[in-house]
T-cell receptor, first 111, second 117 residues
Framework: GENVEQHPSTLSVQEGDSAVIKCTYSDSASNYFPWYKQELGKRPQLIIDIRSNVGEKKDQRIAVTLNKTAKHFSLHITETQPEDSAVYFCAAINAGNMLTFGGGTRLMVKP | DTGVSQDPRHKITKRGQNVTFRCDPISEHNRLYWYRQTLGQGPEFLTY????????KSRLLSDRFSAERPKGSFSTLEIQRTEQGDSAMYLC???????????????FGPGTRLTVL
C-alpha cells in the first residue's frame, strides 16, 4: 500500500518568513495530493491540492509543487502570519480513493 | 451549515460497552469515508462507501467495528465491546464522484472524540 512521509515534524518561523513542508510517497500510481490544515480540536480543512498531471499550483500565499519522478511534493507558505499556526498534513490517493496521510507538521509562526 | 456533520461530538464510555456514531455527508455527495485519528498522528483510513455499497475496508477495521450507509445518505459506525485502544477521534469525510474518473476532493466533518475508560 501507499506510504507517505512528511518532514519536518515541527517548524517554527518568524512572522513574514516562508515555510516549506516536504512529503514523499511510495506508490507511483498515486495521482492526487491534497494538503489539509488542522487547528487544535477542529476538523482537517483542505487548503490546496494538486493532481499528477500538474507540476505546480498556487493560491495566494500558498503553493504546492509535485515531482512525480522523485515521488515528492511540497507545500510553500509565503509571508506567514500567526493565524497560519496549525498542524499541516499532506496526503496521497491512489486508485482506491483512500487518503494516506503523512505524520503532520506543527507550524508555529512567532509574531 | 451545509458541511459534513457528526454526532455526537464527544463520547465517554466504559470498556466493554458498545457505541455508535453518526455522520451526515454534504448533501448529494455519493461517497462517504471513515477515518480514525489518534493524538499527534494523521488520520488513518477505516472504510468507504459509494452510495450504499461499502467498497473498501482497512485491515485496521477489526470485527468489532461495523459501518453502514443503508440509504446512501447518512452513515453509522458502531464499535462493539470497546477497548481502551479504541480511544481516538473518529472523522467522517464525503466527496462527490463526478463520473469523469478524476479523484474527488474529500471534505471532513468535525469528528467524534471517543474516550474509553
Amino acid at each position: 500500500g501507499e506510504n507517505v512521509e512528511q518532514h519536518p515534524s515541527t517548524l517554527s518561523v518568524q512572522e513574514g518568513d516562508s515555510a516549506v513542508i516536504k512529503c514523499t510517497y511510495s506508490d507511483s500510481a498515486s495521482n492526487y495530493f491534497p494538503w489539509y490544515k488542522q487547528e487544535l480540536g477542529k476538523r482537517p480543512q483542505l487548503i490546496i491540492d494538486i493532481r499528477s498531471n500538474v507540476g505546480e499550483k498556487k493560491d495566494q500565499r500558498i503553493a504546492v509543487t509535485l515531482n512525480k519522478t522523485a515521488k515528492h511534493f511540497s507545500l510553500h507558505i509565503t509571508e506567514t502570519q500567526p493565524e497560519d499556526s496549525a498542524v499541516y498534513f499532506c496526503a496521497a490517493i491512489n486508485a482506491g480513493n483512500m487518503l494516506t496521510f503523512g505524520g503532520g507538521t506543527r507550524l508555529m509562526v512567532k509574531p | 451549515d451545509t458541511g459534513v456533520s457528526q454526532d455526537p461530538r464527544h463520547k465517554i464510555t466504559k470498556r466493554g460497552q458498545n457505541v455508535t456514531f453518526r455522520c451526515d455527508p454534504i448533501s448529494e455527495h455519493n461517497r462517504l469515508y471513515w477515518y480514525r485519528q489518534t493524538l499527534g498522528q494523521g488520520p488513518e483510513f477505516l472504510t468507504y462507501f459509494q452510495n450504499e455499497a461499502q467498497l473498501e475496508k482497512s485491515r485496521l477495521l477489526s470485527d468489532r467495528f461495523s459501518a453502514e450507509r443503508p440509504k446512501g445518505s447518512f452513515s453509522t459506525l458502531e464499535i462493539q465491546r470497546t477497548e481502551q485502544g479504541d480511544s481516538a477521534m473518529y472523522l467522517c469525510a464525503s466527496s462527490s464522484a463526478d463520473g469523469s474518473g478524476s479523484t474527488d476532493t474529500q471534505y471532513f466533518g468535525p469528528g467524534t472524540r471517543l474516550t474509553v475508560l
